[in-house]
């Protein structure tokens, strides 16, 4: 089982969807691990309080990109709401893998990534 779980994360890291830029998105979040070097960039085009579309750039391990990869696809259209509720359990099912403490770091960073940029499209929102 643990090889077909490897296959997907490794799909998705040398065949990664949603991945490159949106022209004059409404937010770009960067976000990044220093102690491994794992880096992302969202692009995040908003509808009200939906994610219209959504692309991102990075460079690190196969599970950081990876879990940016398969995160863009979940996120593309749902509820701004609904994503900052996602939590560490959800992304490694969606991993179908259990991360070790060093690991856990990388498939994180895109979630991170992630709700930064909707926190910042929020309080560009309601900014009066």
Excluded at 53 to 73: H, N, P, R, T, Y
Excluded at 94 to 115: D, E, F, Q, Y
């Amino acid at each position: 089982m643990k090889e077909i779980y490897s296959e997907i994360i490794l799909d998705h890291w040398k065949n990664p969807r949603n991945k490159g830029r949106i022209e004059n998105a409404d937010i770009v979040i960067e976000d990044s691990n220093p102690l491994c070097g794992d880096k992302i960039t969202f692009y995040l085009d908003f509808e009200k309080e939906t994610i219209r579309d959504v692309k991102f750039e990075g460079s690190g391990c196969a599970i950081s990109q990876a879990a940016a990869s398969m995160l863009s696809e979940i996120v593309k259209g749902k509820n701004i709401y609904d994503i900052v509720k996602l939590e560490k359990d959800e992304i490694e099912k969606m991993l179908h893998v259990s991360l070790g403490p060093n690991r856990i770091k990388c498939a994180l960073l895109p979630l991170k990534a992630l709700k930064l940029g909707i926190y910042s499209y929020i309080g560009k929102k309601y900014k009066t």
